[in-house]
């Protein structure tokens, strides 16, 4: 028997041709084939230092546009940009001959990285920098708007209850769920699961990430609310930092004072920036908030690159509340909707 | 002109030539899609580029002993898909799971309801142990041999066939009228 007819042999069941026909999907866009070759291209050059042989794309990621504010460049926060003249890698590039300026390893590197934002996030993407390099308004706008969160913070009064609860909204891309955590100060942790089940929670998710360190919301009152001394505490690495603090302001039971610490630390995040009167997705009206950027990443047995990662957070301007985080784009990876968060004195 | 040589020369190339790594991405690159657009619809388009940038930096451990490079290639993949689910599952470890961190079924379930596939089929397909269905789905959907998903999953090829009778048997027997063995 041949492999083939073995295959339509263990597909012979009852509607295996419905199944078989629920397979089908649409191709990918041959832009999208296109970039992901061009990054293998970068690849491959930069093994191949002295003897290009890379042939001439029309897709490339034009890099020239990128520089003057075009998708490419808005995907790498300013700090990250190299420093050499940028190549166009266009129609007319240099991939033909002769190579004027090859461009400098890191700076290819973000071409490639750039280019699978470019995939991954379509046409939808925030201009950081104009063509002097200096940063757009809408950045500007971020922090001033992360500085007015500050103060709106401020103005919350300091409550307390039994328990910290958060109640939220998870989508994955696989299922989603409607889950309740309830922790109380000796750092016990129950979680009503969508089912209604009542359960301990096995791990301790009542503490945070601060840091290297995992800290329980009972020691919050001994970090300090002066920014400078605060941020210290804090990963030096901007994504890190971002993510710990935003995770702070929108699951922890941070004090008004510290809460307003925290905005203006994230306020001056390079490259953030901010889109007034979105909606969350279950239609709750605030402000979009997006880090984009590059992260080093390491792949054994092989030299390491650069991928572009987006931290999208909705944050409701009047009260300072976070009511969604997940990736920016069409479909993120985790959506977080925050549906209730507060203390409480039951667990209901 | 490396057009006219099939993978297994082009990848073999790329150890003096790495460019001949790129006519590989146009050839596979839409049946590696479907792959992740059948498992993990919305991320498909960055899992692609990830499978893209882990082959080419694995791309010496392809041994051809063991397989075609499109069969290599669907490895990589399974890899990466395990790793994307694996990621998603670590984000939110309050969530309780059913099934395996790494099973893409309720991704491909929500498929399956999607394309309005008879709730019957469906409800088959659940109850397969998750490793007869992963095969089946590989068979069915990415029309590999049982040997190629054999070597996709890692396992032997007769220990894939054995799980993939089972399955159609699974899949037979569930179904209505069919009390001889005969298809309705």
Redesign the interface.
Known sequence: MT??T??D????????D??????T????SNA??M???D???L???R??EQAP???AHANVVPLATARRGGPAASLAPPEDLPEDPLVVLGPDGPRTAPRQRRLSRRGRVLVAAAA?AA??VGAAVYPVLDVTGKPLSTASAASQFLNDMAKVSTEAPATHGTYWMVHYW?K????T?T?T?YSDRAGATW?R?PNGKLSR?G?N?ADWNVGDRRLPWTEFDHLPTEPEKLKARFPKNAEERFGQIMSLLAESPASPDLRSALFQIVAETPGVTMTPEVKDSRGRPGTEIVLRGTRRVD????KP?S?PYSLRYVIDPDTSRVLESGSAG??P??R?TYLEVGWTNHIS | MTTGLDDEELLGRTARDPASFEPLVERHSAALHGYFARRAPGAADDLLAELWLQAYATRRGFDPARGSVRTWLFGVARNVLSAHWRRVAAARPDIPRAIGDDDPWEAVDNRLVAEAVAPRLRELLAQLPSEERELLLLVAWEQLTPSEAATVVGIPAATARTRLHRARNRMRSGAPFDLTGDLK
């Open positions: 492999d083939m073995e295959r042999d263990f597909l012979d069941f009852p509607d295996a419905e199944l078989i026909a629920a397979g999907v649409a191709p990918p999208k084939v970039a992901v070759r990054i293998v291209a690849l491959a050059e093994e191949t042989t890379a042939t699978v995939i991954a998870v994955d891309g696989r299922s769920a889950v955590v979680i699961q929670s791990h998710i792949k054994q047995g092989a690159v991928l069409a479909n990876l985790v977080t």
